[in-house]
């Protein structure tokens, strides 16, 4: 018996330009393939006119199988879709600087089952972390990062994301910049997380000029990364409450807990195949 005849529930992702009978032809082509639908989901944008579908269903039949039922439909309305085991979990390659919380909460949620991602390695441009994987067991890679090896640095993590066969790559507190063209390689599948202010403070040590400004709130971004910096399509944010009476410091962990709980749930919405892109913004079925 085959790996997809052992699996029996399955999560489509469909878009296509929306137009009448879309969810009468899915739900047909997923009847002919033996399928019982146990979660539907679809929304229509006025904006774009596309029309975004998340379904859920169990089935006898293999993955092939469903496959084939599928293509017809998929080819008549010019779908871009995907059909995936529900459960499984997607190669994920992180990557971390100096900070450890993001990192740490991945691999924690992960470890726990939480999480549902393999992560076969770790890169970093500094070491400092390289304790953290080997407690974890993931195998870390060092790859320093200057202006005049970013090219080298570049092409040594395209060859891990090749030869390890990542699915998604984390930015987890990951401070340097890729480059345009790896930016568009990881269209849809890299997500990176920073701070989220209003009004918003760059450059170094962002969480102690919001305090010297007095804001009331600080929260985290959690995106898919663009050549654009920090501005691609939004996952998910969080925004908590603060006052007069906390530190600097205390500014500093609670932007820490709030990046890690974000970034942790994006990875997850995107495993679980409920993100769609619809140009500059996302559908989010959750």
């Known amino acids: 018996m085959t790996e997809d005849q052992l699996t029996s529930d399955y999560v489509l992702t469909l878009s296509c330009p929306d137009r009448p009978g ?5 739900a047909g082509a997923l009847l002919v393939a033996g399928c019982n639908i146990t979660d539907s989901q679809q929304y229509g944008s006025h904006a774009t006119g596309t029309f975004f579908m998340r379904v859920e269903a169990t089935t006898d039949a293999s993955q092939a199988e469903v496959h084939a039922a599928l293509q017809p439909v998929t080819e008549a309305f ?14 994920t390659l992180l990557m971390a600087s ?38 974890y067991g993931i195998p870390f890679h060092y ?18 994301i090749a030869h390890q066969d990542i699915e998604l790559t984390v930015l987890a507190r990951y401070m340097q910049i890729l480059s345009n ?10 997500i990176n997380i920073h701070h989220s202010f209003l009004p918003s403070f760059k450059g170094a040590r962002p969480y102690h000029q919001a305090h010297a400004r007095g804001v009331k709130l600080i929260g985290a971004t959690a995106h898919y990364v663009t050549a654009a910096l920090d501005e691609g399509p939004i996952i998910e944010q969080e925004v908590i409450r603060v006052d007069h009476r906390r530190t600097a410091e205390q500014f500093v962990q609670m932007g820490r807990d709030v990046e890690g709980r974000t970034l942790a749930q994006a990875v997850q919405w995107h495993a679980e195949h409920r993100v769609l892109l619809d140009g500059n913004r996302t559908v989010v079925f959750n």
Request: aromatic share 4%.
């Open 22 to 26: 879309i969810v009468h032809a899915v």
């Open 181 to 190: 063209e790896l930016c568009t390689e990881l269209t849809g599948r890299a």
């Open 78 to 91: 010019g779908m871009e879709w995907s059909l995936n085991p529900a459960g499984r979990k997607v190669r």
């Open 98 to 135: 100096k900070s450890a919380h993001c990192l740490n909460d991945l691999l924690f949620l992960q470890r726990s089952g939480t999480l549902p991602i393999e992560i076969p390695a770790i890169v970093s441009n500094h070491q400092d972390l390289a304790g953290l994987a080997e407690f």
């Open 143 to 160: 790859i320093p990062v200057t202006a005049d090896t970013k090219v080298q640095a570049e092409d040594q993590l395209r060859q891990i």
